[in-house]
């Protein structure tokens, strides 16, 4: 996925903790496949004020939701 997506696997590592630690707080986590990639760049900041993250964290785990989502 790393590869793929070109983003370093250390990114990818510490947004899929900040997605499965924040994001099933207020709901069920929703699936990356669920949302499609458009609808995702619109949900995040909100969804991440929300959540009460850093402005880096929503950088990564918007990273790591959408290289969930290539081909
Ligand atoms: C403080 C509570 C809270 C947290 C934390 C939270 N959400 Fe949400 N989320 C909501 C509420 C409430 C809704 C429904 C209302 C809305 O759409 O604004 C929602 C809706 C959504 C939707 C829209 C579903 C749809 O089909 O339109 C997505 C996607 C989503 N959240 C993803 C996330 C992700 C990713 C995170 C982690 C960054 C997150 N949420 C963290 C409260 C939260």
């Given at each position: ?43 995040m ?6 959540a ?20």
């Amino acid at each position: 996925m790393a590869a793929r997506s070109g983003v370093p696997w250390e990114s990818l590592k510490r947004g899929r903790m900040v997605y499965l630690s924040q994001c099933g707080r207020c709901h069920e986590l929703v699936p990356p496949a669920g949302v499609k990639t458009e609808d995702w760049h619109l949900v995040m900041p909100g969804m991440c004020w929300n959540a009460g993250l850093t402005q880096a964290d929503e950088a990564l785990v918007t990273r790591y939701v959408l290289a969930t989502k290539l081909p």
